[in-house]
């Protein structure tokens, strides 16, 4: 064979070469590629899910901070009513608002037990009626938040 015939097939094999290698790293590459994005959505899902449950958490406190203020404000607006002015109207009115927002927060064994001393109070039965009560409301409350704290234990 000639030198030219040589330096043909040379020739000929190094861009064929060429043309499998850049196919084959063109293929890597573009699995390569192919990885790296579902990589990337596999964290933007996880940091979704956290901002998720950061959020449910967020909206979970805060719901159980407006029951607790009211919870507070009814104990509150009981106690001063039925140790003291059980009669004036400024301490029922008081006593009625804060069991209306116990009623808007709940849940209902604790509205139920928030009613239970209100109608205790407007019906003027005794003062130890009024207090037990007041204590049944309390036992209620404290079911409701060991409930809560239990299902947020299993939370985490």
Do not use: C
């Amino acid at each position: 064979m000639s030198e030219w015939g040589v330096a043909l097939i040379a020739a000929g094999s190094a861009v064929a070469g060429s043309l499998a290698t850049g196919w084959y790293t063109r293929n890597a590459g573009l699995r390569q590629a192919e990885a790296a994005k579902h990589a990337g959505n596999r964290q933007a899902d996880a940091l979704l899910d956290t901002v998720r449950v950061n959020l449910e958490e967020q909206r979970r406190s805060r719901i159980e901070d407006r029951r607790r203020q009211a919870y507070v404000a009814f104990l509150d607006a009981a106690q001063r009513v039925v140790l003291m002015d059980r009669d004036t109207p400024v301490g029922l009115a008081d006593l009625t608002s804060a069991a209306a927002m116990v009623t808007l927060e709940g849940p209902t064994a604790v509205e139920s037990a928030a009613n239970d001393v209100l109608i205790a109070v407007n019906a003027y039965r005794s003062q130890d009626e009024g207090s037990r009560n007041v204590d049944a409301f309390l036992t209620a409350r404290q079911s409701y938040l060991r409930a809560v704290r239990a299902a947020l234990d299993g939370l985490v």
